[in-house]
């Protein structure tokens, strides 16, 4: 089995950190959302959510370069509450506090930078950019 079915195993279902309300996309600033993932993600993401080359892949230091967020991507497959816990506190405190312990991961915690409202705006301009029905799958995920 891949890294990334193995990670997808580990974290569905895991405790969620989330402030109350952070479980829904609905209603989101799509514009500001936007503007905010081409100023704190995109160098990473990609301008169009493509993520980086071999994105599945671990590199020689063993950390998985950062995922596509548009429909070739996994980001669908998640609920928002893991979602928003990888934003605020990084994907290795995110992974940790739902067992998956020393998974080397890239993505850094933007708690410091971003307010709760502003990491929900670029996970609902993210679903935006999705077909309907990846939108529902994930929606579902929340419970929606």
């Known amino acids: 089995m891949g890294r990334i079915f193995l990670l997808s195993l580990a974290i569905t279902g895991g405790v969620a950190l989330s402030p109350a309300g952070a479980s829904s996309l609905e ?7 936007k503007q905010l993932y081409a100023t704190h993600c995109a160098s990473c993401h990609g301008a169009d959510l493509e993520g980086q080359p071999d994105w599945s892949e671990a590199g020689p230091d063993g950390v998985l370069p950062a995922p596509p967020h548009d ?10 509450a893991l979602l928003f816990d990888y934003v605020k506190q990084g994907g290795a405190v995110a992974l ?11 993505m850094p915690g933007f708690g410091g930078t971003l307010s709760d409202a502003e990491i929900l705006d670029i996970l609902g ?11 529902a ?8």
């Open 71 to 80: 429909a070739t991507g996994h980001t669908w497959h998640h609920e928002t």
């Open 96 to 106: 940790a506090a739902r067992g998956v312990a020393d998974f080397p991961s890239g």
């Open 27 to 33: 209603g989101r600033d799509i514009a500001r959302g």
């Open 125 to 135: 301009f993210i679903r935006s950019t999705w077909p309907e029905r990846m939108q």
């Open 137 to 144: 799958v994930q929606a579902a995920r929340d419970g929606q």
